[in-house]
């Protein structure tokens, strides 16, 4: 993968060991982790969030854009999401990518999930396409706190049939593809100790401006 989205995003889901091992695939989930009676979109996510990745990330800010309910999509009624990088550099590239972000609480827990849409435009397909799972918290003080996957525990996990999921290998890497249902992914994560398996931090982002 050579995406803008695996720039900035593997950072935080990779361990400090392999930071420069950009070049694998994310963990990816055929559906988005939902539960019953729980709305698809948090209000308080909407507006604009700065900051960065990590400390070797470019400054990125985050739109969280409200939809109109009715939009055809399959899953209808999240948050568009508009990731921008601004480079260190002056004249280096902005990159953007297009996000959509579906939100729900398990016991007292938030989680996300995004799907990747598009990145500079062009649209995001085959293994690349699905949804990233997060787990997120905004602060007293408005600041968004968001914690990825740690991979190794997610393989043990799929390993061990406590979720369902295939595993891919390649040469130098393990791809994850989570196929259980939104239903089966909810149960999952109200069984699992959620803080080490969301133990990779990112951000945090200071919110910019509301929607």
Known sequence: MTREF??????????????????????????P???DGEPLRDPALAGAWEGVMDDASDPVTLYFIKTNESRADDYPGGLDLIMISEP??????????ELYAL???????????????????????G??????????????????????????ILTE???????????SDSKWFS?????????????FLASVDVDS?????LGPFTRAAPN
């Open 157 to 167: 996990l799929v390993e061990e049939e406590k979720i369902a999921g295939s595993i």
């Open 33 to 35: 982790v939902l539960v």
């Open 88 to 97: 260190y550099n002056e004249e280096g590239p902005q990159d953007w990518a």
């Open 197 to 201: 398996l969301f133990s990779q931090p």
């Open 6 to 31: 695996k720039r900035i995003f593997r950072p935080f889901i990779l361990s400090l060991t392999a930071l420069l091992l950009l070049t694998a695939c994310l963990p990816t989930s055929e559906n």
């Open 175 to 187: 791809e994850v593809r989570l196929t259980a249902s939104s239903s089966e992914l909810a149960a």
């Open 127 to 152: 293994s690349e396409r699905g949804f990233h799972l997060f787990m997120y918290q905004i602060t007293d003080d408005d600041h968004l706190v968001v914690a990825g996957v740690d991979e190794d």
């Open 103 to 125: 939100s729900t609480r398990i016991a007292d827990r938030t989680f996300l999930s995004i799907e990747y849409r598009r990145d500079n435009g062009e649209e995001i397909t």
